[in-house]
DNA sequence: TCTGGGGTCCTAGGACCC
DNA sequence: TCTGGGGTCCTAGGACCC
């Protein structure tokens, strides 16, 4: 495997810059990316329709109430400074932040903010955009000046929707993701080969997107601690450990190189899935068939609006205290609700019978469009 | 101190086929 | 009686992201 292959499952838009790479030197402005990241997203939301909160810690979390089994999903600035953030158990949060301002998750008002967001970043000049998630985007661009180009996309996005945003600048998508975080809040940085390494190769490997707790772990197991030593690394021991794949790219992540195409194709989901988690542990089997079942009705509705046949189920079982089973399988006639019903209660059978269930969720798989099959859809890991 | 909900992708190992 | 390689498909589980 070449030093700049990228994990390629078939749908990843893994191909270098290949029309800068053609293009003759200086006949046209050079490719850049920005990625493009709101801030406090949820809670400036929150606080465009409640100025009074401004100033407030204020925090976004399940119902919005504190004594429930539930976690931060953003905490206002004011917050973050006791030490609130995202994925804490609100009951945490509170015991943190007593008189704090907790707020329920509003998705649909969340949606219609990214969604004007995303309208503002396509109408600049020349932007061809790949949305991430709510709060952030790629954004491409050829331009000799690409700082005035992401300031340009903040006043621009400030001026529709009166939220801030931060912006990276790379040279690559990797590059350009990590660099936001320098620019936070409301500001640009800009990471390219040149200084990727002076900025980056001190940091835990943990500080790149994709590396977590547990591969940090291993890591450093193989004496690899820092970005610099994971893009100085051979591949051969991470591939023993990490696999074919997820070993090279992570030596790959560590430098920062890889893919600067931003890929607009439409998103296309895999499949759909509902999950609740239960206030009071279940431990009766008629509850877990009831809770499935009301789960599974919601999933199919989400999936008929589509309109694209059920090719799996899964289900996924947190036990008390704190762990976690996914069972799948796949379903041979695509077909009606009695026969993902069906399905999905053989899986539920598979839950142990003497064990509280703290989690349950249903999840249907859906096939794939012919057209985003075998070609060009965007992946998670695609960069 | 108590751990959401919605996603994607990768790996290991077994079953099965030629 | 012992057991090749190559391949695909499926399940179970792990890891990570926003």
Known sequence: MSDDAVPSSGSTPAEPDAE????????????????????????????????????????????????????????????RAFGVGSGMPLKIAARKIPDAVFLPVDAPAYTAASDEVMATLRAQPGAVVQVLGWDEAFVGLRTADPDAAARGIQAAVLA?????????????????????????????????????????????????????????????????????????????????????????????????????????????????????????????RADIVEAARALIGQVLADVAAEGRPVVGVGIKVRYAPFTTKNLVHKIDETGDEATVTAELLRLVDKIDADRAVRLLGVR????????????????????
Not at 50 to 56: I, Y
Not at 364 to 383: F, I, K, L, N, Q
Request: glycine share 12%; hydrophobic share 40%.
């Open 20 to 79: 800068a790479a053609a293009d003759p030197a200086g006949a046209k402005p050079p490719g850049w990316v920005l990625h493009v990241d709101l801030d406090q997203f949820i809670a400036a939301v929150e606080l465009l329709r409640r100025p009074e909160l401004v100033g407030l810690p204020v925090i976004v979390g399940g119902r919005g109430d504190p004594t429930e089994r539930a976690v931060v999903s953003t905490a206002s600035y004011e917050a």
């Open 160 to 284: 529709r929707t009166g939220l801030h945003c931060s912006v990276g600048i790379g040279d690559t998508l990797i590059r350009a993701k990590n660099a936001t975080d320098f620019g936070k809040p409301q500001g640009r940085f800009r990471l390219t080969a040149d200084n990727w390494l002076d900025v980056m190769g001190a940091r835990p490997t943990a500080a790149l997107w994709g590396v977590g707790a547990k591969v940090s772990k291993r890591l450093a197991a193989l004496g690899i601690t820092t970005v610099a030593e994971l893009a100085a690394a051979d591949t051969a021991p991470l591939a023993a450990e990490f696999g074919p794949k997820m070993g090279p790219w992570y030596r790959q992540l560590g430098r920062g190189d890889g893919s600067a195409t931003v890929d607009d194709t439409p998103w296309v989901a895999r499949g759909h899935s509902r999950e609740t988690t239960f206030q009071t542990d279940l431990t009766d």
């Open 364 to 383: 249907a798989e859906m096939a794939m469009p012919a057209d985003a099959r075998d070609g060009h859809t965007p992946t998670r890991g695609g960069w």
